[in-house]
Structures are given as C-alpha cells and as structure tokens.
C-alpha cells in the first residue's frame, strides 16, 4: 500500500504557522503594548514614571498606528534624532520653563547627564519627527494650553 503525502497547498493563509514574534507584531496596540515598546527602544537612563498610556495609545491610532509592529517600527525609525535631540542642551528659555517646573537644580543635574525628556516625551518627538505639522496642530487642539493670564485672575 502506497501513503501519499499530505499536501500543505490545501491549507489557507491563517492556518500555516507564525513565529511569536510576528504574531506579537501583527497584535492591536494597547497600553501594555506601547509601554513594551518604549521600554525596549528608548535607554533605560531617561527618566521613565508612568507614561500616561492612554494619551500615547489614542494619538497612535489617531494618527493610523493600529498595530504594535507598527508602533515599534516608528520609534526605532526616528530613534536616534531623538535621542541625539535629548542629548542636546536647552536653550534659555527651556531651561527657565523647566526649572519653574521641577527646580533649577534638577535641570541643571539632567543637561549634565545629557538626557532630559522622560519615555513620554521621547515617543512624542518621534511622532513630531514622523508626522511633522500636523501631529504639533493635533497636540495643540487635543492638549491646549492654559492662558498664564487665567492664571492670574
């Protein structure tokens, strides 16, 4: 008696195997995904908090980043200008803002050691660098900023 082989042509596309990573990749961007991302592209040294994951979840798929491969190839693609932009000093009025924030000793700790912006930030200026103009109007209506005179009355 003869055995035929069994042929893998009659299998679909969805039913051949895929390595973990890929099935990682191709899975829909959540909070714990994009802070998996963050962590693994931007150095351990930049101060990191909690991210707020909400905020960097609804901007990516507002702007068309659905899934995590996505999300993980954008940061990795503008990776080292932003990280050569965190290394760069402040301007005066960088460092005034920063220090009204967090003290001027804290800033000054931070340029020394060469790095500034938290993970937060630095997925922020991956999103400027990728989407130019319209991700700086998109922060400014989603985030606008307080009047300083509101703040004096």
Known sequence: ??????????LDRMKRRSSARQ???????????VLRALRSVWPRRNPVG???LTELLQEARDFGV??????????????????????????AEGVRFFAGEYGRETVRELQRKRYFFNIEGLARTAFELEFGDR???????????KDEAQDAI
């Open 1 to 10: 008696m003869l055995f035929s082989r069994r042929s893998t042509g009659t």
């Open 23 to 33: 099935r990682l990749a191709s899975q829909l961007l959540s909070g714990p995904l």
């Open 50 to 52: 909690q991210p707020n």
């Open 66 to 91: 659905l899934t995590f491969g996505a999300y993980l190839r954008l940061m990795r693609r503008n990776r080292r200008a932003v990280i050569q932009f965190d290394q760069e000093p402040l301007d």
């Open 135 to 145: 991700f700086e109007e998109y922060c400014r209506k989603a985030y606008p900023q």
